[in-house]
């Protein structure tokens, strides 16, 4: 696995990587440290996610996984180290369709008079510009809708939806850009719990198809049942490696500093 932390963990069981395992990493931090006064939020991040990996980034709140996601997407930029997105300088890399986001509520969707099928085709526009979806382009909105078990609500307005409709319509517009990265942020707050086993369901099979994921979740039973690595935060990176070498650790004791638990939130 890739870890350039110096928090050392027992190494899988050696098997042949695959291609994608062996290409260069979607994600590169190298000694990020970051703070939005004198005093750090995060320091001494290295980090590297190669493509189609699942990763889950876990740590209490305050811990700066909010700001490391932040870091990782261009929106900060280091104070010290390096970040990069697919071998280009986070803060300047502009291809965006590359790249699907899935924020905690999607609150602002929540106010958006527009239907499922109008926020899946946004996922088009930067493959077509001003210009008008082709056949293609429709086809393609037409599958993302299918994958994730949203056709029966394209028409529907996305202020009509429940919290989990809204987080799969969001990542069909993903889909439906073409997005090789996913990055989530805490996406099942507020989403029942029927609605959250289904979401991951779907997260998995995404994955299974080729594309990489980024999580950062709050639920850390949903992320040790789901993720295949998991990266333990608390302004350092206090464990970055397979999800069930965490399980077996003290890492989480260490980093929240109190008997947590992978049964639910902390």
């Known amino acids: 696995m890739s870890i350039l932390s110096d928090k050392e963990h027992a190494e899988p069981e050696s098997e ?12 590169e931090l190298s000694n990020v440290e970051f703070g939005y006064t004198a005093a750090p939020v995060v320091e001494d991040i290295s980090l590297r996610i190669n493509p189609g990996e699942y990763v889950a980034v876990v740590g209490p709140n305050g811990s700066g996984k909010s700001t490391l996601m932040k870091l990782i997407l261009g929106l900060l930029q280091p104070d010290t180290g390096s ?6 300088p ?10 699907g986001y899935v924020a905690q509520h999607a609150s602002a969707s929540k106010e958006m008079p527009i239907t499922v099928r109008e926020v899946v085709k946004m996922g088009r526009f930067p493959h077509v510009g001003f210009g008008i979806l082709s056949g293609k382009d429709h086809k393609i909105v037409d599958e993302a809708l299918a994958t994730v078990g949203m056709s ?17 319509a969001f990542i069909a517009r993903a889909l439906a850009g073409e997005a090789d990265l996913l990055v989530l942020d805490e996406p099942t707050v507020g989403v029942d719990a029927e ?19 980024l999580l950062i979740e709050h639920d850390l ?17 206090y464990f970055d490696g397979p999800t069930d070498d965490f399980v077996e650790s003290d890492a989480l004791a260490r980093a929240f500093g109190t008997a947590a638990t992978f049964m639910g939130d902390v």
């Open 221 to 237: 039973g949903a992320v040790t049942d789901h993720a295949e690595r998991i990266v333990c935060l608390n302004r350092e990176v």
């Open 16 to 27: 042949p990587k695959s291609a994608a395992e062996s290409a260069d990493p979607l994600i």
């Open 90 to 99: 986070s803060r300047t890399f502009d291809d965006g369709a590359r790249i």
């Open 152 to 168: 029966a609500f394209a028409d529907r307005r996305v202020t009509q939806l429940s919290g989990g409709q809204r987080q799969r």
């Open 83 to 88: 970040a990069q997105l697919f071998g280009e």
């Open 195 to 213: 609605s959250v086993d289904a979401f991951y369901d779907l997260l998995e099979s995404l994955n299974e198809d080729g594309i990489t994921i």
